[in-house]
C-alpha cells in the first residue's frame, strides 16, 4: 500500500539533500503508514510530523532521514534511542541492519509501540523509562541518537557512547533546537557539529527539562 506515495516522499528526501542510499532504500521499505494513527494515515507520506497521542509526534520524516544519515552507521552498529515514539525511527535502523535499543518514558505509548513490533515482528530492544539516564546494562553505544529536545547534552550518555561512536541529539530551548552531531574521539576529548533550526518535544528526565 501507499507505494507510489513513498516513492515521492523519497524524492522529496533527496531534493531536500539525503544522498544516503541505505537511509533512502530503508525509507522505501519500512511503511510509515504503519506507525501512525488509523485516522491520519492517507498523510503518513507527507514531510512533516503528524500527532500520535499524548501530545507527542511521529517526527518529520526529512529529520528522521537526517539523523539517520547523520549516524554514519557501520555494518551492524548498536545504537540506543531515547524517545521511542512510534517506533518508526527504530524501525528504519532495524530495517538498515542494527541492533538497537530503544527507550520511552511514556508507558502507554511504549506499550502501543512494543505491541505493534511483536504484530510487525520488529526485533529491538524497548524499555520503559528515562532515556536520559541511558541504559547502563547494554552499554557502551556504537551510536546514540535521541528524539527530543533538551536543555543540554546528557552526561550519562556521553559515558555510555563508545569512543570512536557518534551520538546526535537536538539541544535548545523548548521552542527551537540545534542538532549536534558529537564523535567521541577519546574519554575527555569530543567533536561538534551544530546545525541549526530543529523543533522537537520536550525531553523531560534527570538529565532534560524537568516538567511537561
Ligand atoms: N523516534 C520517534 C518516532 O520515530 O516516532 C519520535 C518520537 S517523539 C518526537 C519523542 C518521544 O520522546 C516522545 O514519545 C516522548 O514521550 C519521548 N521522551 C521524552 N523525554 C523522554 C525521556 N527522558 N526518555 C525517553 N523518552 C522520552
Redesign the pocket.
Known sequence: MYETERQELIKVLIGKGITDENVLKAFFRVERHL?VPEIIKPHAYSDV?LP?G?E????QPYT?AFMTQALELDERCKIL??????????AILVDMGMKVYS????YE?HQRTQKLFDDLGIRAALIY????IGWEEAAPYDRIIV??GGPEVPKRLLKQLAVGGKMVIPVGDRNSQTMQIITKISETELLKKEIPNFK??????KE?WKNE
Open positions: 506507525f510530523a500520535i499524548h507527542q509526534t511521529i517526527s528522521v534511542e531515547i524517545g521511542t515514539g512510534s517506533g518508526f525511527q527504530a527507550i520511552e518514558r511514556n505509548i523509562g528515562d532515556g536520559t528524539t527530543a522537537f518535544v520536550p525531553l523531560i528526565g532534560g
